[in-house]
Structure formats: structure tokens, C-alpha cells
């Protein structure tokens, strides 16, 4: 594993707060919160609001401190991708050793108030999902293969398993269905970006899917996972977790992803392409929040 060049090192002193915000990823950090809360609230133990908010708190300054060590070891490559060359680092605001032990401290930080406060199980699941999105995918998958997102997406996966096991001290057959949802969502989501972002990753030696098998190859495969998707995220309902509302709004969005997936598969030229990849990265993001959002609301307002 070999460590990447970093942009020169920059005085320091010229960051501002929002500078270390956006070390954060604070849109990453609000999907995980959110994911994580319908996890603690479809445990089936009841949890103590204190302990709600320590457990809540800690997921996601621990999604930060992956945001931050993340942006830390890419930030060669984030000076060279237009999306991301006005981040922190590449733009000479904060120095990579103020990332490094930005995201060093908040990493122990979370991982520490978590195991005293709530329980082990949670506090070594969080810890293992910090490793896994910093080692084994921003350090090693991320520049090896084009399947750093199907591997790397159980980083993302993995906060409504943490928040379970800090409600309910164990893990269940319902909080790897969450983890599954978002795992297999993962790839088609992103792969969607890297279809019209493919140059971007080109010019800065990532494998995306689109690099490495061509724009087509990346269209069916996004195709295939879309098809496996939309069924489980249906088996909730099959299971007795989830109830009829969770039901029609799993069958209805699930039917708009495999449309949108594939008009991605036949629209393979052309602006009408890019557009057709813009919906489908758009739609998806509506498609997970819908999906959670309704389990949320089914465990608060019980028999809708």
C-alpha cells in the first residue's frame, strides 16, 4: 500500500470553521445519521434518550473522521478532479496533518465515548467501519480495482447495524437487511456519478467501472443490481418487519429505479445519456431516504 503525494504543505492558520466542516462531509454524515436513527429505532429494546443521543452523536462523528482521514489520503487525487479540487486540502486551506489529526482525534473521540457510555458490541462495530472505509477502501480498493464501491459500500452500509447494537447490545437478522439494502444500493448509486464523471476519475488514475470496462459494461451492471435491489428491499415486508405502507413505497420506488436503470442501459449516447445518469444518481438518493424514512415512520406511528 503505498502512500500518495500529497499537495504541499501550507502553512496552516487559514482555515476556517466551515473549512473543518467540510472535512466532515457533512451530506456523507447526514445520510449515516439518518440511517443509523432508523436502526436505534427499529431496535426492539427500548433505549434511553441520553443514551439515543450518545449513540447518535458518536456514529456520526465517527462517519466524520472517516470524511476527514479520507480527504486526508486523497487529496492528491481531489486536486486533480474538478468535483473535489475546492475541498480543503487541495485548496491549501487546512494542511494534510491538520486533517490527519482532525480525523485521528474524532475517530478515537467517538469510538471511546461509544464503548463507555453505550456498549462494546457498538463501539467495535463503529471502529471497524472507520478502519474499514479508511484502509480498505480510501487506502487500498479505492485505487486497486473497479470494485472498490461494491466492496467499499459496507463502510456506508454499516451505521443502522451500529445503531441497532447500541440500542439492543446484539446484532439481528433485520439489521443486516438494513445493511444489505444500502449495500446493494451502493454501486448503482454511484456508478450512475461515475458514468458522467468518468473523465474526472480518468484524468486522476481511479478505476471506476466506466474506466476500466467502458461506459456499456458500467450500464449493466448497474442494471443488474437495480433488479436485485428493488426485491430486497421488499423483503422486509415478507419477514413481518416492515408494514403496508413500507410495502407500497418499496414496490412503487423500486419499480422508478429499474425504469430509471434502465433507461440508463438503452440511453448510451448523447446528452440524452448524461441526462439519463443524472436521474437515476438523483432518483436513488430519494429512493433510500423514502425507503428509510417510511421504516422511521412506520416504528413511531405502529399499524399505518
Keep these: 500500500m503505498e502512500k500518495p503525494g500529497h499537495a504541499p504543505e501550507i502553512a496552516g492558520g487559514m482555515a ?110 463503529l471502529a471497524f467501519t472507520i478502519f474499514f472505509y479508511v484502509v480498505i477502501y480510501t487506502m487500498w480498493l479505492k485505487r486497486s480495482t473497479s470494485q472498490n464501491i ?47 464523471r468518468a473523465d474526472d476519475y480518468a484524468r486522476a488514475g481511479v478505476p471506476m467501472l466506466p474506466v476500466t470496462a467502458g461506459p456499456d459494461e458500467t450500464r449493466r451492471q448497474i442494471l443488474l443490481y437495480t433488479l436485485f435491489l428493488a426485491p430486497l428491499a421488499f423483503v422486509p415486508v415478507l419477514l413481518g418487519y416492515a408494514g403496508i405502507a413500507y410495502a407500497i413505497v418499496s414496490a412503487v420506488t423500486g419499480a422508478g429505479m429499474i425504469w430509471l436503470a434502465v433507461a440508463v442501459y438503452r440511453q448510451r449516447t448523447g446528452d440524452e445519456a448524461v441526462r439519463a445518469a443524472r436521474r437515476l444518481f438523483g432518483f436513488s438518493i430519494l429512493y433510500l431516504f423514502l425507503l428509510f424514512a417510511t421504516l422511521l415512520v412506520e416504528a413511531v406511528i405502529p399499524g399505518i
Excluded at 449513540?55 to 486536486?79: E, F, H, K, P, Q
Design 16 to 125: 476556517s470553521p466551515s473549512d473543518y466542516i467540510a472535512l466532515l462531509k457533512p451530506r456523507v454524515m447526514s445520510l449515516v445519521v439518518f440511517t443509523a436513527l432508523v436502526g436505534l429505532v427499529r431496535a426492539p429494546d427500548h433505549v434511553h434518550p441520553v443514551i439515543a443521543f450518545t449513540a447518535i452523536l458518536c456514529i456520526a462523528v465517527g462517519a466524520g473522521a472517516a470524511g476527514a482521514l479520507n480527504m486526508w489520503w486523497d487529496a492528491d487525487i481531489d486536486a486533480i478532479m474538478s468535483r473535489t479540487r475546492k475541498r480543503p486540502i487541495p485548496a491549501g486551506r487546512v494542511t494534510p496533518k491538520e486533517a490527519l489529526a482532525f480525523g485521528m482525534t474524532l475517530a478515537c473521540f467517538s469510538v471511546g465515548v461509544l464503548g463507555l457510555l453505550v456498549n462494546a458490541l457498538s463501539a467495535a462495530l
Design 150 to 196: 461494491v466492496i467499499g459500500g459496507l463502510a456506508g452500509a454499516l451505521p443502522p447495524m451500529v445503531a441497532w447494537a447500541a440500542a439492543s447490545g446484539s446484532v439481528s437478522l433485520e439489521s443486516v437487511l438494513l445493511v444489505a439494502i444500502i449495500f446493494f444500493w451502493t454501486p448503482p448509486h454511484f456508478w450512475a456519478l461515475a458514468l458522467y
